[in-house]
C-alpha cells in the first residue's frame, strides 16, 4: 500500500520546537523529490519547502527560511521537518508529499503523487 505517514505534531509555545516526520511506505522513496505544505484554517494549502531526490537540495519558502531545516533518511524512507522559534503565525495542518515534479512547479499541489493525512501544529501560550 503506497502511503506517507506524517508524526511529530502538537501544541508548543511561541519560540519552541518541534520535529515532524514523514514515514513512507509502498513505493521508492529515494526517487521522489520531498515537500512540506501547510494549510492553516480558511486558507489554502501553501508549500512552504522541498528536497530534491537527486542531490539534496533544499528550498524555503520565505516564511520560513532560516527557521525550519528539511531532511531525509532514505535509508528509513523517511523525511523530516525540524521547525524551530515557532511562532503563531506557523499555527497549521502540515503535510508532507511526494513527486517526480518539475522543481519550477514545486508550489503546486497538484504536481505530486503521494499525501500524508496532515499533523496539526498549534503555536500558542
Known amino acids: 500500500q503506497l502511503q506517507l505517514v506524517e508524526s511529530g505534531g502538537g501544541l508548543v509555545q511561541p519560540g519552541g520546537s518541534l520535529r515532524l516526520s514523514c514515514a513512507a511506505s509502498?513505493?521508492?522513496?529515494?526517487?521522489?523529490?520531498i515537500a512540506w505544505f501547510r494549510q492553516a484554517p480558511g486558507k489554502e494549502r501553501v508549500g512552504i519547502s522541498y528536497?530534491?531526490?537527486?542531490?539534496?537540495?533544499?528550498y524555503y519558502a520565505d516564511s520560513v527560511k532560516g527557521r525550519f531545516t528539511i531532511s531525509r533518511d532514505n535509508a528509513k524512507n523517511t523525511a523530516y521537518l525540524q521547525m524551530n522559534s515557532l511562532k503563531s503565525e506557523d499555527t497549521a495542518v502540515y503535510y508532507c508529499?511526494?513527486?517526480?515534479?518539475?522543481?519550477?512547479?514545486?508550489?503546486?499541489?497538484?504536481?505530486?503523487?503521494?499525501w500524508g493525512q496532515g499533523t496539526q501544529v498549534t503555536v500558542s501560550s
Open positions: 509502498g513505493f521508492t522513496f529515494d526517487y521522489y523529490t
Open positions: 528536497m530534491t531526490s537527486t542531490d539534496d537540495y533544499t
Open positions: 508529499t511526494a513527486g517526480r515534479i518539475k522543481l519550477d512547479g514545486w508550489r503546486y499541489p497538484d504536481e505530486y503523487d503521494y
